[in-house]
Nanobody
């Protein structure tokens, strides 16, 4: 059972990146998934989450209108499209998934997640 996060990198302010979170060893069909980020010296912050059917999505206020979470259950992968990136978006981004039938996404504490991927570093700098 593994989640593999990828897609991080160096981007200029205003640029875009797409993060991927690929699951192996289990099916994501019954799992809600989310993205968190942690900048140096700061606590892990919930960025976005998506329900198992993709009918429910949550975004932190800091990323609303700029980030879009999506999933492709056939590919067992969750994505985070990040546009109009700002220096304050720089962080290590982590994906996590939890088995839940809940479709109305809100803030889900990280301790409730069943699986975590390794982080992928996003750097926003000119």
């Amino acid at each position: 059972v593994q989640l593999q996060a990828s897609g991080g990198g160096l981007v200029q302010p205003g640029g875009s990146l797409r993060l991927s979170c690929a699951a192996s060893g289990f099916s994501l069909n019954d799992y809600a998934c989310g993205w968190f980020r942690q900048a140096p010296g700061k606590e892990r912050e919930g960025v976005s989450s998506i329900s198992s059917s993709a009918s429910g999505r949550y975004y932190a206020d800091s990323v609303k209108g700029r980030f879009t979470i999506s999933r492709d259950n056939a590919k067992n992968t969750v994505y985070l499209q990040m546009n109009s990136l700002k220096p304050e978006d720089a962080a290590v981004y982590y994906c996590g998934c939890l088995r839940t039938p809940v479709q109305d996404m809100g803030v889900i504490p990280p301790e409730e997640y069943d699986f975590w991927g390794q982080g992928t570093l996003v750097t926003v700098s000119s």
